[in-house]
T-cell receptor
Framework: ELKVEQNPLFLSMQEGKNYTIYCNYS?????LYWYRQDPGKSLESLFV?????AVKQEGRLMASLDTKARLSTLHITAAVHDLSATYFC?????????????FGTGTRLKVLA | DSGVTQTPKHLITATGQRVTLRCSPR?????VYWYQQSLDQGLQFLIQ???????AKGNILERFSAQQFPDLHSELNLSSLELGDSALYFC?????????????FGSGTRLTVV
């Protein structure tokens, strides 16, 4: 069974600081996604990582994928208050011809001014 | 507006009742996915349809069912509702059954069972 774990679950950080959110998954997968969710809102797609060593950056967020370690990271550089949200990783896997997409537990980020 | 439309936005109903949640995918998308988000269970995959056919099933209860119609909109039917079914139900869509670009999520339906 595919399991996806994120850590930390909660993260409170000061503006201007750097931090990394980790996403571990239990079986092989060919793609990994990062999403952002604001409280009471829908999920917004941030990154799609399709291969080992993939790195993508958008503003203060950078995501990377190591398929051999079954690990993805979301690095936050010089955090600002607007980044406060819950971040989810999701892993996709094909099983018996069907395609399953499992979300991690989420990391609730609070950036303090 | 993401292009994925879910109705209603809020629903309050009593235990034992039946409700139908509706989702219209983004224009051109053939796949529809349903997710349940609750505080204790996180984001749980329920079911996926692709071009009218069921493609994948997740942790969907037998009391729940879904379908995708020829116009590609989808409905999630929840019956014999229990208090624990209270959650945010999201619909997402993608152009294929393997999305290279992630899914586009709707704004969700908040279901409260009293």
């Amino acid at each position: 069974e595919l399991k996806v774990e994120q850590n930390p679950l909660f993260l409170s950080m000061q503006e201007g600081k750097n931090y990394t959110i980790y996403c571990n998954y239990s079986t092989t997968s060919d793609r990994l996604y990062w999403y952002r969710q604001d409280p009471g809102k829908s999920l917004e797609s941030l990154f799609v990582l399709l291969s080992n060593g993939a790195v993508k950056q958008e503003g203060r967020l950078m995501a990377s994928l190591d398929t051999k370690a079954r690990l993805s990271t979301l690095h936050i550089t010089a955090a600002v208050h607007d980044l406060s949200a819950t971040y989810f990783c999701a892993v996709a896997r094909t099983t018996s011809g069907t395609y399953k997409y499992i979300f991690g537990t989420g990391t609730r980020l609070k950036v303090l001014a | 507006d993401s292009g994925v439309t879910q109705t209603p936005k809020h629903l309050i109903t009593a235990t034992g009742q039946r409700v139908t949640l509706r989702c219209s995918p983004r224009s051109g998308d053939l796949s529809v996915y349903w997710y349940q988000q609750s505080l204790d269970q996180g984001l749980q995959f329920l079911i996926q349809y692709y071009n009218g056919e069921e493609r994948a099933k997740g942790n969907i209860l037998e009391r729940f069912s879904a379908q995708q119609f020829p116009d590609l909109h989808s409905e999630l039917n929840l019956s014999s509702l229990e208090l624990g079914d209270s959650a945010l139900y999201f619909c997402a869509s993608s152009s294929s059954d393997r999305s290279d670009y992630g899914y586009t999520f709707g704004s969700g339906t908040r279901l409260t069972v009293v």
